[in-house]
Every structure is written in structure tokens, then in C-alpha cells.
């Protein structure tokens, strides 16, 4: 059974950076997918970033593409997300998702994944 936990979050303003961590433990073998993902109140959970393990293919969702950056350290089975410029709207908790042999056309629906971090709560004020 994976497990995922997050780290990292925090209350900033307007332009500062985040860098968010998720640590996985249990079996990680295979062709993991580890994503990504935010959900504010009153808001669906939407896509953010994923990375695929085993090759390094990276995607970001548009409204971040520029500003967020999501990385691996493979020593630690860790994944990073990097967030600059952070903009108000991006203020939701933030969730570390990871599943295997994922499509690609799964990687951005939230559903898809089996495994899932408690969350960490990232607040941007104006």
C-alpha cells in the first residue's frame, strides 16, 4: 500500500514562492505517475502537475504553466512543486496524488488515481 504525505505549505502574499514536497512510502515499483493537485472551497479538485517516475515527462495544468515547476529526487521518493509568482487564485490545499501505469489522457483527471496525500494548505493574500 502507497502512502503519500505532504509538506511545504504555508500563508504568503502575492508574488512569493512555495515549494511544496511529497514523500511516498510503501511499494513504488512500476511506472508510477505522481501528480499533483488543488482544491479550493467551494471548488472542484483540479489538475496542477504530474510527473511520470521512470522517465521524467512532466505536465502542468495552463493556469500554472510558467510559474510552477514539479521535479523528482528519486533518492528519496520525492516529488517537489516549485511555485513562483503565486497569485491569489491560486490559494487552495493542496494534494500529492500518485497511481501507476497511468495513460496520459489520465494523468489530469483526479479520479483517476488511487492514492492520495492528507493535503497542505497554501494561502495567498493580496
Known amino acids: 500500500q502507497v502512502q503519500l504525505a505532504e509538506s511545504g505549505g504555508g500563508m504568503v502574499q502575492a508574488g512569493a514562492s512555495l515549494r511544496l514536497s511529497c514523500t511516498a512510502s510503501g511499494p513504488t515499483s512500476g511506472r508510477y505517475v505522481m501528480g499533483w493537485f488543488r482544491q479550493a472551497p467551494g471548488k472542484e479538485r483540479e489538475f496542477v502537475a504530474a510527473l511520470r517516475w521512470k522517465e521524467g515527462a512532466t505536465y502542468y495544468a495552463d493556469s500554472v504553466k510558467g510559474r510552477f515547476t514539479i521535479s523528482r529526487d528519486n533518492t528519496k521518493t520525492t516529488s517537489f512543486l516549485q511555485m513562483n509568482s503565486l497569485k491569489p487564485e491560486d490559494t487552495a490545499v493542496y494534494y500529492c496524488?500518485?497511481?501507476?501505469?497511468?495513460?496520459?489522457?489520465?494523468?489530469?483527471?483526479?479520479?483517476?488515481?488511487?492514492?492520495w496525500g492528507q493535503g497542505t494548505q497554501v494561502t495567498v493574500s493580496s
Open positions: 496524488a500518485a497511481d501507476r501505469a497511468m495513460i496520459t489522457s489520465s494523468i489530469r483527471i483526479a479520479k483517476d488515481y488511487d492514492y
